[in-house]
């Protein structure tokens, strides 16, 4: 395994139809369950790190980060939002060169698409390459499969293998490639402002390994009539012998029900892109919109007809039967649709939540193909609102449509422009999307017969997409561009939207496809940066041509609001106020817009194009965006002696969504030019450690607020800095480090974290000013336990030689407890040819690290020095590092989870050439100490507020200033579990701490820094088979308290670390972990709930009365009540094991209890049990037993605890034994066990019931052993 760090810690969507019910919005689920009900799910990232998050109950989460063991860099963690997002250090560079795709390390986001490892044994990406020759299928790097090709925005569709993530990251990006990726950075940040607000493009030059210019992941993508035909004019079509006969429209969606009426014969081709799926829509989407487009209405006696009913569908399902779909199917579907099957029009009812700014690939895509093959891609603007316009729909190109109602006010959901980063002119128009009544898939789940109502831009779409099909068939010869010239310039308009919300206005079919004047869609002038020094006004043509038998005058006038509302009219000036335009012809004016005389943003309009009589004949959308007011941030770097840093720093703008990545190049000094406002800069740093010019540091080098009024300087200056350490009570050295800085002012919030790999010894943190708005914080938190490994190097009649810096690798075989003395020999590189004629055996062999020129072949020769040393007979195996820092490496087997045949440490240079040196001299020898499971650990933190002082940084508190933990580890000796403690600040929405392994069967003393106000503690604990999991705690100073890990009675228990069962109005969510532990309020997990492994089992079910409202082999239920009125139900919970934990192979708990409509947490009366036993979980023979009954905090409904029964077995359940209760003063109730010296376990029965008749009977075989 590599090494094991942990963080507590925009992808596309279709643009989404809802079943209309009342005022139409979008879609939104019922219930808040799901799967955030805490079972634990792991993320394999493209690097091949493991990420496992954990969801608790009040909205935080748990994280730990494993490292594939040939990467030794740090991971830094963001919070933006809600989502978690872990960035492997190595990968920073390619995130600020915007070559890496962002979403690939949003962790938030990957396990709710479904790409978590349990759900996903691959992770799907789409990768551009710098040239076409570089892009066939037997060059992709290793690690991946391919799947498609994508030559429309120059790639193809991979999947990365889980187990082959790290080979695949360390062919890619070779050192070669993060000195393109810098440069590339480095370019894109010239005279410009941060990455993320810096217009992206995709192919281009490789910059990654394999000719690969961009890794992007391969994003899910789910979906965004009589009336709403009659509202955009279409009957008036019909009637004129138009309904699209001979056009080829193809629909990119979840396929068509072919058997419905309406599109019975309306198919002329198919072909699913659907791994395992026909073109069968059994969504109900693709047949909706479909229908919209081409329907013929037969279901309905020809009234609910689409569009363009005489038009041929070409059907690609892109979307799966769940809705969703990845990117590349939705490409390979456009270059079916337009290069094989040469569609005409392509309707796309789907899209990105998140906003593009028309760079990704999907809208590449569109741009590419549109202008290859003069298709036209009608595109749905997406359900986001304000959210803005998403992928593909941000390209160029498509024809974007948003969604109005019957009286053609916008819906609500229908997102907006305009277009992300450079203000471009999106949505172009707008169509009925709401309430839309169209053929009914009968694989449908909503509604009943064949049509059905649904609102969406999704809907809108298809309408677009129809009346293109119309005007396809009226001129045959027009171009797409032409075909969304005509749509937009004679929609009908809506004054009350402004063109940023609605573009032209509404669809207006029979306008477009029976008037004869028509003008260009649109006249952009673009985007103009900051300062405007050299702003130039822009000349755009319109272009208006007439079908007509008669030449036509028009009388044109332009007129465009700013952002802030004003009449920003002035900005646009005509070439000429009216023009004639001839009978079959074409006539052009100029629109000349001068930035000088807008206002700062977008500024959009129109110029309209009226007839002598004053009827509007055509309108073209215009439109610039006016960079707002910007001035230099000059970013410098220094280290201790004020030479230049490189690296990536982070830059936060006060009430940003999202931080940005930004390289400083060498010489450290980077000018960026930003919009006016609050900043913050932050950069982690290599710095020289502590002990000496061949040690590694850590600098947090930070500026938490700069105000960006005039032209700033940021200095990250290390000169400034101050170490940051914790000195324990106790010998301790620091087994993990992680430091937090926080940043909260405008709304928003900046929280980073640094995982520090073990390369790092020290910490260092540049003092700052106190802010003045909003808070700052900086927190540093360790794991400190006795030392694995120390050494003495002694040489007769001479000094000893430093080895502080010794290193236990990853991959060693055990270390034995205890002292020992070794004599040492030297064998070079450590090769085979290395030992030939060198005695070994018995002692410790000092190598140089072997250090491989081919990242790839590293590991391999690693185990390969440890094999060598093991066949020599040696002992042990030190490595001497060629670097600075300690070395961190692979030492055990091929698959890196198995250790290898010797123990293994690393050495820094400076000392590990000192030891080499004593290695000439006769006698030398190590005088080595073991402690591989440490008897005691520290837990600290040290946090400052508002500022990081200017003074020492050392914590180092007393004894009696900490708050003391006895934990003890039940289970076998030779198994080992993990142990984990998170500080819980009072400003994380991820907390952050850390998983170390544990000895089972073993006992520890912990002491841990008080928590407060400001944080808490939280922990938990895994063996093998279960997750145990506690509360968050404040342990006071100076307090003893004790911790017990899967010791017996195992059995299901509830606790407020994960959502509780609760009523949801109609619903119940019924959250019901199996496996509690005897350890003070712990709940249990199945630790491989998502796994292969057939473990752990559990089955729980509803009922109410004698009906079974449902049931599940599963620890979480959701059931529909019967009704609103209270009524009893009755939960049960049933688990089974066998085996894999040495007691409780069988329970069955049931809780009775009275629930009416309501959103609250239910009443279930919580059972623990106090039985003194063994770390092997035997208990003596005659022993005390407690019984505790209670209600959890916050539940509603509860009783006082009334009465309590117990009841012991002694073979295995088939006869019961009650016991004599006493109540305590604390409430619980205490009995004695006498068991009979022919049992080997004890089994229990108990119940429970409060003053308000909720009850609970819950029974435990084989609850513990006995001695």
Known sequence: MGTVLAAIAATPSIAQATASQGTPAPPSGTISAGASFGAPRTVTLVTGDRVTVTALADGRSTATVERPANLTGGVQTQTVGKDLYVYPTEVLPYLAAGVLDRRLFDVTALIKDGYDDARSSKLPLIVQYGDAKARTADAIPKGLS?????????????????????????????ADALGRAKARAALRQTGAGLPAQVKGAGGGAAVFGANISHIWLDGKVTSALADSTSQIGAPGVWQSGTDGKGVDVAILDPGIDAEHPDLNGQMAASQSFVPGQDVTDRNGH???????????GAASDGKEKGVAPGARLLVGKVLGNDGYGDESWIIAGMQWAAQTRHAKVVNMSLGSTGPSDGSDPMSQAVNELSDATGALFVIAAGNSGPGGIGAPGAATSALTVGAVDSTDQLADFSSWGPRYLDGGLKPEITAPGVDILAARSQYSTEGSGPYLTLSGTSMATPHVAGAAALLAERHTDWTGQQIKDALVSTAHETPGIPVTKGGSGRLDAKAAVLGTVHASATAWAGFYPWPHTADQPTVKTVTYSNTGGSDVRLRLRATATGTDGSDASGAFAL?????????????????????????????DGQVEATATDGTVLSHTLIGLDREDERYNLTITTGDRTGAGIPGTAVIYRTGDADPSPVEIPAG???????????YSVLMYADLPGAAGPDDLGLGVLSVPQVRLDRDRTAALD????????????????????RVEWNRVAGGGTFNANFLLPAAYTSVWAQSTAKVTSGSFAFDTRWRKSAPTLTATALRP??????MSSLLVQAGSALLPAGRRKLPVVYAGAGTTADYAGLDAKGKAVVVRYDRQADPAAQSATDTAQAAAAAAAGAKLLLVVNDTVGRLSSWYGADDFETTGPIEVAGLQAAQGTSLIAAAGHPGLVLDLASTPTSPYAYDLVERHDGAIPDADLTYTPKTADLARIDSRFAGKATDSGDNGRYDMQDFDRYGVGYQTAQTLGTTRTDWVTPGGTKFGWYEESDNPAVQERSLVTTPAKGSRTRSDWFLSVFHPRLNESQSLPDRQGDFFVLNVPGWGDSGSGHNGFDQNL????????EKVSLRQGSTELGSTLYQQLTATAPGPAPLRYQLVAETSQSGVLPYSPATRTEWGFTSGNGYVDLPLIQLDYGVATSLSGKAKRTTPLSLTASHLAGVTGAGRISAATLKVSFDDGSSWVPLTLRRQANGSW???????KSAAYVSLRATAKDSAGNTVTQTVLNAYGLE
């Open 797 to 802: 009649h001479l000094p000893a030689v430093d």
């Open 575 to 603: 070439s000429m106020s009216g023009v004639t335009v001839p009978a079959g012809g074409a006539a052009s004016v100029t629109v000349t817009a001068d930035p000088a005389k807008a206002p700062y943003g977008a500024t």
């Open 1090 to 1097: 998502w796994g292969d492994e057939d473990m752990l089992h």
């Open 286 to 296: 693709g047949t909706h919109t479909a229908s919209t487009i081409a329907g013929t």
């Open 718 to 737: 290390a000169r400034n800095a101050h170490r940051v350490s914790s000195v324990a009570p106790h010998r301790a050295e620091d087994r993990l480090t």
């Open 668 to 678: 450290g000094r980077l000018t960026l030019r930003l919009p006016k406002g609050e």
């Open 1230 to 1236: 205490t009995s004695t066990v006498k068991a009979p």
């Open 146 to 174: 391919d799947r498609l090709d994508l030559p429309a925005v120059h790639g193809r569709a991979v999947s990365e293998n889980r187990a082959g993530a790290a080979a695949f990251w360390q062919e890619v990006a070779p």
